[in-house]
């Protein structure tokens, strides 16, 4: 059975700092793209960083200079280290990998990510 667990999810005061993981199971991990995408209150879903096989990652432009995706294939581990948080980077954030030889995609549950002083 496939799953895709986040964690590292916190409450943290603006400009802090939190490294988010997502463990894998049930999946090739180097067959996948992974991505970090985002859901606030009210608001679409939105891609927030993707890590492909190979090549170079991807980031939003509300991200970019602050956050860094990674990913260690021999542990199956999707990582997403966030600098210099802002209250607007509240959301639930979820890992997703999409196999890029038959196109499935997986999500997992979220992690809750709230920043407010």
């Known amino acids: 059975q496939v799953q895709l667990v986040e964690s590292g999810g916190d409450l943290v005061q603006p400009g802090g700092s939190l490294r988010l993981s997502c463990a894998g199971s049930?999946?090739?991990?180097?067959?996948?793209?992974m991505g970090w995408y985002r859901q606030a209150p009210g608001k679409e879903r939105e891609l927030v960083a993707t890590?492909?096989?190979?090549?170079?990652?991807y980031y939003a432009d509300s991200v970019k200079g602050r956050f860094t995706i990674s990913r260690d294939n021999a542990k199956s581990t999707l990582y997403l280290q966030m600098n210099s948080l802002k209250p607007e980077d509240t959301a639930v954030y979820y890992c997703?990998?999409?196999?890029?030889?038959?196109?499935?995609?997986?999500w997992g549950q979220g992690t809750q990510v709230t920043v407010s002083s």
């Open positions: 890590s492909p096989t190979r090549g170079i990652s």
């Open positions: 049930g999946i090739i991990f180097s067959y996948n793209d």
């Open positions: 997703n990998a999409q196999n890029k030889y038959n196109y499935v995609s997986y």
